[in-house]
T-cell receptor
Framework: DTGVSQDPRHKITKRGQNVTFRCDPI?????LYWYRQTLGQGPEFLTY????????KSRLLSDRFSAERPKGSFSTLEIQRTEQGDSAMYLC????????????FGPGTRLTVL | KQEVTQIPAALSVPEGENLVLNCSFT??????LQWFRQDPGKGLTSLLL?????REQTSGRLNASLDKSSGRSTLYIAASQPGDSATYLC????????????FGTGTRLQVTL
């Protein structure tokens, strides 16, 4: 069990560009979550997958954001036409509904939009 | 809408002291509550999870309690060490939600030598 991994760890982009982040959950965890965290705040929920199905999306997830988990394993989060307000840490977590539902977090991807 | 508040926002204590971090939530209909630790610029490390039917959980020098009816939880850290310096976050999973967590803004703890 290698834990939740995220790639890249850091991303700097110019306003208007598209970015994509990847999350690899703990193997056999069927639940996967994306959160966003800005400086000095707690993480805010973005979206949730159970296997490959996206079951919940926050209103924070505007039309420019899309997430996928095509085979129920890794997930990608894409932001189109990035804005400076998108600058944040994007955190991925996974859990198993067979256990205590403890969510295990990855190291995050820090996005800076110039 | 569930709201989670953590007090104090920041805390500085000398090494060896016992301390208590507080978390309150507005909707007592929760499924569980989880405490996390976050080091600067890093992801979150799960410390303790308390199910709604439980009153407390212990792990080493950490003890978390839950009073669901009053919407409160505390994290007790015994014999604090400089390595405990971090931000501590409380998060609740509300009943009826598809597992999403609602977080507080955290308590930034510094343990001095």
């Amino acid at each position: 069990d290698t834990g939740v991994s995220q790639d890249p760890r850091h991303k700097i982009t110019k306003r208007g560009q598209n970015v994509t982040f990847r999350c690899d959950p703990i193997s056999e965890h069927n639940r996967l979550y994306w959160y966003r965290q800005t400086l000095g705040q707690g993480p805010e929920f973005l979206t949730y997958f159970q296997n490959e199905a996206q079951l919940e999306k926050s209103r924070l997830l505007s039309d420019r954001f899309s997430a996928e988990r095509p085979k129920g394993s890794f997930s990608t989060l894409e932001i189109q036409r990035t804005e400076q307000g998108d600058s944040a840490m994007y955190l991925c977590a996974s859990s198993s509904d067979r256990h205590t539902d403890t969510q295990y977090f990855g190291p995050g991807t820090r996005l800076t939009v110039l | 809408k569930q709201e989670v508040t953590q007090i104090p926002a920041a805390l500085s204590v000398p090494e060896g002291e016992n301390l208590v971090l507080n978390c309150s939530f507005t909707d007592s209909a929760i499924y569980n509550l989880q405490w996390f630790r976050q080091d600067p610029g890093k992801g979150l490390t799960s410390l303790l999870l308390i199910q709604s039917s439980q009153r407390e959980q212990t792990s080493g020098r950490l003890n978390a309690s839950l009073d669901k009816s009053s919407g409160r939880s505390t994290l007790y850290i015994a014999a604090s060490q400089p390595g405990d310096s971090a931000t501590y976050l409380c998060a609740v999973r509300s009943a009826g939600t598809a597992s999403k967590l609602t977080f507080g803004t955290g308590t930034r703890l510094q343990v001095t030598l």
